[in-house]
T-cell receptor
């Protein structure tokens, strides 16, 4: 149990376009989802916390207008990188909380975003 | 106060040896301490986790040792195998205040197990 599916696993987009990343909890209802960003050989940096049906809470320094988060249901959260630029290229990982598994933190497999 | 400090940054161990990774924290509100394993291009996967009411937890070759008074916890990998070569992250989360529900990660340790 406690599987989180993240899609796509990788995406290449042109500078100035927007990209949507989906995070789905497959076998449990995720009351809370987290979005992380990870640069090569670095740790995970929390970007925002989203609760189903309410606005996301962004960490300090994260542009909420650039990284749009929607948590419209208990099984789906989306992260949209708007007007992407090369500096937004990174590995984005979601985590879902809500199952009985390991206090509820289950991670997706990540999305490698490359902006050219 | 939200930081979790992890060491060493990298670790090389021979097959069959013991790998030890250490973490220290400051926030006494933390009450959940997991360890994650991450392979390149993949999301972190939970290895083992501990709550502060116990000093040690063992699952297979993986053991967490927890020292509440010192605010330190460590991961021991017994009989290390080449397949254990990965990046390991400690983390912590708490039940109160701004730390509630959020995992704070250590800096990561790149483990290489030589055959």
């Amino acid at each position: 149990g406690a599987v989180v599916s993240q899609h796509p696993s990788w995406v290449i987009c042109k500078s100035g376009t927007s990209v949507k990343i989906e995070c789905r909890s497959l076998d449990f209802q995720a009351t809370t989802m987290f979005w992380y960003r990870q640069f090569p050989k670095q740790s995970l940096m929390l970007m925002a916390t989203s609760n189903e049906g309410s606005k996301a809470t962004y960490e300090q320094g994260v542009e909420k207008d650039k990284f749009l988060i929607n948590h419209a249901s208990l099984t789906l959260s989306t992260l949209t990188v708007t007007s992407a630029h090369p500096e937004d290229s990174s590995f984005y990982i979601c985590s879902a909380r809500g199952g009985s598994h390991n206090y509820g933190y289950t991670f997706g497999s990540g999305t490698r975003l490359t902006v050219v | 106060q939200q930081q979790v400090k992890q060491s060493p940054q990298s670790l090389i161990v021979q097959k069959g040896g013991i790998s030890i990774i250490n973490c220290a924290y400051e926030n006494t509100a933390f009450d959940y301490f997991p360890w994650y394993q991450q392979f390149p291009g993949k999301g972190p996967a939970l290895l083992i986790a501990i709550r502060p009411d116990v000093s040690e937890k063992k699952e297979g070759r993986f053991t967490i040792s927890f020292n509440k008074s010192a605010k330190q916890f460590s991961l021991h990998i017994m009989d290390s195998q080449p397949g254990d070569s990965a990046t390991y992250f400690c983390a912590a989360s708490g039940a109160g205040g701004t730390s509630y529900g959020k995992l704070t990660f250590g800096q990561g340790t790149i483990l290489t197990v030589h055959p």
